[in-house]
């Protein structure tokens, strides 16, 4: 219990709902909101950190992640739009909706594919890479200012066991 006390000593706020349970569910292993409750929490907290950076480039996190899957695509940056959903591991819907606001911002354009004339790629424009380099530049510094609350062992262990955990949860694919 005293890895759930908070920097003031208090129980943090996963252990108060841990307790809450245990006293009215006696009958129930609660021990799994440890882990799960506080990855939750984080999860939203980090999101809340990232998307701060993605607003000052006027994106949402799914711009910023489109257009960071067609700029890590490698000259001529860019992919078909089921490529881009199946990487982002959205539906082809709201990735449409998604093209259509990036393109009406000049930072993607879309035309028919030249090896195959019914598809369609969806390319970054100049303006496009311009931006997310300049926006992944600053995404790595705000993911590094979070990481660097921990010790450079403790992120370590962390990754390990994160990688270990996903790789049994979400097996790679081929």
């Not at 920097?7 to 252990?15: S, W």
């Not at 001529?76 to 490529?83: H, K, L």
């Not at 921990?150 to 694919?173: S, V």
């Amino acid at each position: 219990m005293a890895d759930d006390l908070d920097r003031t000593g208090d129980l943090d706020h996963v252990a108060r709902i841990q307790a809450e349970w245990a006293r009215e569910r006696p009958d129930l292993d609660v021990s799994p909101q440890g882990v799960i409750g506080r990855l939750h929490r984080l999860a939203g907290l980090l999101t809340e950190q990232l998307c701060v950076v993605y607003r000052r480039f006027g994106l949402s996190e799914g711009e910023f992640d489109v257009l960071a899957t067609l700029r890590r695509a490698g000259d001529p940056f860019e992919r078909a739009p089921s490529e881009l959903s199946e990487h982002t591991m959205v539906t082809t819907g709201a990735m449409t909706k998604r093209l259509d606001r990036l393109e009406r911002a000049g930072l993607v354009s879309r035309r028919r594919s030249e090896a195959d004339g019914r598809g369609r790629v969806v390319a970054l424009t100049d303006a496009g890479r311009d931006l997310i380099d300049a926006a992944f530049t600053e995404h790595m510094r705000n993911e590094r200012r979070l990481l660097d609350t921990l010790a450079p062992k403790e992120a370590a262990q962390l990754q390990a066991l994160l990688t270990a955990w996903l790789g049994r949860m979400d097996p790679p694919r081929s």
